[in-house]
C-alpha cells in the first residue's frame, strides 16, 4: 500500500488585511500589489496567537477527518521557520496539547517547501512499515518577522496554518512519485536577519523555472504525461510563478488552485490551505491525478504526484 493523505485541516486567522488598508501604512498601491503578486488581500494573526495554536486547530481538523484519534499518531512533523521559540519545537508542543502520547515530534525548516519535505519524510516511514499515521503541519506566523515598513515584502506575506495525516491508502492511490531539491548557493537571494529579506527579481526568477520543471519531473517519475494531470496545486506566492508552472503543464487555469488572492503568500501553509478549498468545492476528486510542488528560501523546492483518494 502506497502512502497517501487521509486526513486534511486548515486555520485561517480572523483578521483581514486588504491592500487599501496597507496602503495607509506603507508606500504601495492596491493596483500595483494586484498586478504584480495577485494578492488581494491576507490573513493575520492577533498578538494571542502563535504559530503552535494555529498549528492545533489545523491538526484537531485533519485527525478528526482522517476518522483516527491522536493516540494513533505515530510522528509529528512540523513544517515551520516561524516557530513560537527556537526550541522546543513546535511539534513537541503540539504533540502535548493534541495528547499524541506515542507519537515522535519534529520540526522540519524548508520554508516554503517545507511541507513537501514534511510530506516526503513521513511518507518513508510508512513505505518501510515502521510508522501507520504521520501527522505533516505546514504553518506560519509570518506576520512577527515582516518588515511592514518594507514595501517589496510587507504586501506579501500572510499567517496560516494546513495540516494532513498521512498513511496507507488503497492501491493504486497515494504518492506516485516526489521531488526535493536544494541549491545554498541562492540562500543570500531570501533569508532572514530580524525580518525577512528578498531579492525578489532572482527569487522570481528561480521559482518560475523550478516550480514548471519539478512538476514535470514527478509526472514522468511517476509514469505518466502532462495529460494525465487533473489538477494543480503550486505553493500560493505570486501568480505569475503559479501561472508558469501551469503553463508549462498546458493546463487550463480552472485546473489550477488559486487562493493567493485571499490568502497571500503563507509559506509552508500554502498548499494544504490551498487543498483544502479545492476539496471543498469539488475540484478534487477520488482517483484524481494531482500534482503539488512548492519554493521556498534554502533555497529549496519540492514536489509531489498523487492519486487522490483513500
Known amino acids: 500500500m502506497n502512502a497517501g493523505i487521509i486526513g486534511i485541516g486548515r486555520y485561517l486567522p480572523e ?20 498586478t504584480r503578486t495577485g494578492i488581494e488581500e491576507r490573513r493575520i494573526a492577533n498578538n494571542e496567537t502563535d504559530t503552535s ?8 481538523t485533519a485527525i478528526a477527518d482522517a476518522k483516527i484519534s491522536p493516540e494513533e499518531l505515530d510522528l509529528i512533523l512540523v513544517a515551520t521557520v516561524t516557530p513560537d521559540n527556537p526550541f522546543p519545537s513546535v511539534a513537541c508542543l503540539l504533540q502535548e496539547r493534541l495528547g499524541a502520547k506515542k507519537a515522535a515530534a519534529m520540526d522540519i525548516s524548508a520554508a ?15 513505505d518501510n512499515k515502521v510508522y501507520k499515521n504521520v501527522l505533516v503541519v505546514g504553518v506560519e506566523k509570518l506576520s512577527k518577522i515582516t518588515d511592514w515598513d518594507d514595501r517589496n515584502t510587507a ?4 499567517d496560516a496554518a ?22 545554498g548557493s541562492g540562500a543570500k537571494h531570501l533569508y532572514q536577519e530580524k525580518n525577512i529579506v528578498m531579492n525578489g527579481r532572482e527569487v522570481f526568477k528561480f521559482a518560475v523555472r523550478q516550480m514548471g ?39 487550463p487555469v480552472e485546473k489550477m488552485s488559486k487562493t493567493v488572492n485571499k490568502y497571500g ?11 483544502v478549498e479545492d476539496l471543498e468545492a469539488g475540484r478534487v476528486k477520488d482517483d484524481d491525478v494531482v500534482v503539488m510542488v512548492g519554493f521556498g528560501g534554502g533555497l529549496t523546492w519540492g514536489a509531489i504526484a498523487m492519486r487522490w483518494g483513500k
Open 265 to 275: 503568500n503563507t509559506s509552508a501553509a500554502s498548499i494544504p490551505v490551498s487543498l
Open 53 to 60: 495554536d494555529m498549528a492545533y486547530e489545523a491538526a484537531k
Open 213 to 251: 520543471e519539478s512538476s514535470v519531473n514527478v509526472i514522468e517519475k511517476a509514469g505518466l504525461t502532462k495529460e494525465d494531470v487533473d489538477f494543480l496545486v503550486p505553493h500560493q506566492a505570486n501568480i505569475r510563478i503559479m501561472e508558469a508552472a501551469r503553463q508549462r503543464l498546458e493546463l
Open 155 to 158: 504586501v506579501l506575506f500572510g
Open 162 to 183: 494546513g495540516a494532513v495525516v498521512i498513511g496507507p491508502v488503497s492501491d493504486g492511490r497515494g504518492i506516485l512519485a516526489f521531488e526535493l531539491g536544494a541549491d
Open 15 to 34: 483578521k483581514i488585511v486588504t491592500n487599501a488598508d496597507l496602503e495607509k501604512i506603507v508606500d504601495t498601491s492596491d493596483e500595483w500589489i494586484r
Open 112 to 126: 516554503c517547501a517545507g511541507f513537501m519535505y514534511g510530506i516526503i519524510t513521513g511518507k518513508q516511514f510508512i
